[in-house]
């Protein structure tokens, strides 16, 4: 063991004359296992939000969609939806027909967008009907007999707004109705529930359902036309530019979108707050970093005749100052090994157990999501170790400049 780190383990070993040196050392390494604890739990919730939030929407929307620029629904889209399938990077595509609807059954009510599907080329595009409560969307790939009331897939929270259960009939009233000498009359037919499906997206749970597309378009009074095609590709990444290539494709008159434009409010208000969070919980760790400089300040005042006596031993000033800065690089170690500890150890479990539950209203996602990531472990560690070396930067020095013979003048 080098020398000066020898003196220095020494000295926070030793007992000391005021008690308070050791009380406010104490304070000192708590504070930077409470900061460091602080930010890797803050930052594995953060990165869990972002991951759980992108891993849903992705899932449960399609990476690249082609819709009308004047939003007049797309005609002949059968041979369309086959020339686009065979595109380079496209993976998957399926129709799609949406109209806001009010969905009722009896005095409760909830408006929701339904979506008219071919099931079988949803299912290449999301997993909206991978996961059910109850019941299934097998009736939704087959045809339904003349006089039979069609089925209908609700979302979990939609579902639980009107009360309704597999099994039960609800009614649809769409927007589009028929022109009579009256007016406009809104269209309304009956639909049986087959199956509820829960993403644990709130977004989608509380304001979605499936019919056939040919159900739809008889609803809606838009015979063989979809509003949407949408699209699985194979690098979410280059979204953006394959769903160029699919518009430049199409012809004109057609543009896409993608889940960056769609959520780039959302994921960019997740990067701040993580940003954000950072700097305020660092704050703490720069707390523990002034009880250093402090503990060491009182330190050196107390061990001023030991210095001199070193330094009139031949201990040069250098190596007086490396003592004090070894002696604040072992306290921000101490602290920042518990802190790494205790803040992995939280992390892992609240990963495991989802202990923390949500309001999916509020935050769209039902339980707070952890994700401790090995990278964020080694930031923390560099910034606390960082902060306490430049807190112990004042007393070093102080301790250095100690002049042996005015110390030991009355001794």
């Known amino acids: 063991m080098r020398f000066e780190l020898f003196v220095a383990a020494r000295y926070l070993r030793a007992?000391?004359?005021?008690?308070?040196?050791?009380?406010?050392?104490?304070?000192s390494v708590i504070g930077v296992a409470v900061g460091v604890a602080s930010l890797i739990i803050a930052l594995a919730i953060t990165t869990g939000m972002r991951r759980d939030l992108q891993n849903r929407l992705l899932s449960s929307t399609a990476d690249v969609d082609l819709l009308r620029s004047m939003n007049d629904g797309i005609q002949n889209w059968e041979p369309l939806l086959q020339r686009l399938r065979k595109l380079p990077h496209v993976t998957a595509a399926?129709?799609?027909l949406y109209e806001p609807v009010l969905i009722s059954r009896g005095s409760l009510a909830g408006g929701a967008?339904?979506?008219?599907?071919?099931p079988?080329?949803?299912?290449?595009?999301?997993n909206l009907l991978s996961h059910f409560t109850s019941g299934s969307a097998a009736e939704l790939s087959q045809p339904t007999p003349v006089g039979i009331t069609p089925p209908l897939v609700l979302g979990y929270d939609l579902a639980d707004t009107i009360g309704a259960k597999v099994g039960d009939t609800v009614m649809v009233t769409s927007p589009q109705g028929d022109l009579t000498p009256y007016g406009l009359i809104p269209k309304y037919q009956r639909f049986r529930v087959v199956g509820?499906?829960?993403?644990?997206?709130?977004?989608?749970?509380?304001?979605?359902?499936?019919?056939?597309l040919k159900t739809a378009q008889q609803l809606f009074g838009e015979p063989d036309v979809i509003s949407i095609i949408s699209f699985k590709v194979d690098n979410l990444y280059n979204a953006g530019k394959i769903g160029r290539e699919i518009q430049k494709s199409a012809g004109p008159g057609f543009t896409t979108t993608n889940w960056m434009q769609q959520n780039r409010q959302l994921f960019g208000a997740l990067q701040?707050?993580?940003?954000?969070?950072?700097?305020?919980?660092?704050?703490?760790?720069?707390?523990?970093?002034?009880?250093?400089?402090?503990?060491?300040?009182?330190?050196v005042m107390e061990k001023t005749r030991d210095i001199a006596v070193l330094m009139s031993m031949g201990v040069e000033p250098g190596q007086i100052r490396r003592i004090f800065l070894f002696q604040g690089f072992l306290i921000s170690v101490v602290g920042t090994f518990f802190g790494l500890v205790i803040g992995y150890t939280i992390s892992l479990l609240g990963q495991h157990y989802h202990f923390i539950h949500l309001s999916a209203q509020v935050y769209s996602i039902d339980y707070l999501p952890f994700a401790p990531r090995?990278?964020?472990?080694?930031l923390v560690t560099a910034l606390s170790l960082g902060v306490s070396l430049i807190a112990t930067l004042y007393p070093s020095s102080s301790a250095a400049r100690v002049l042996p013979a005015e110390a030991l003048r009355y001794e």
Do not use: W
């Open 15 to 27: 007992k000391r004359r005021q008690a308070v040196i050791g009380l406010i050392t104490v304070i």
């Open 94 to 96: 399926a129709p799609g």
């Open 113 to 118: 967008m339904l979506k008219g599907i071919v």
């Open 120 to 126: 079988r080329d949803e299912r290449t595009i999301s």
């Open 272 to 299: 701040e707050e993580q940003i954000v969070t950072f700097i305020i919980i660092g704050l703490i760790v720069c707390v523990a970093a002034l009880n250093i400089l402090i503990a060491l300040t009182m330190m």
């Open 196 to 212: 509820i499906f829960h993403s644990g997206f709130y977004q989608y749970d509380s304001s979605f359902g499936f019919i056939r």
């Open 374 to 378: 090995m990278m964020d472990g080694v």
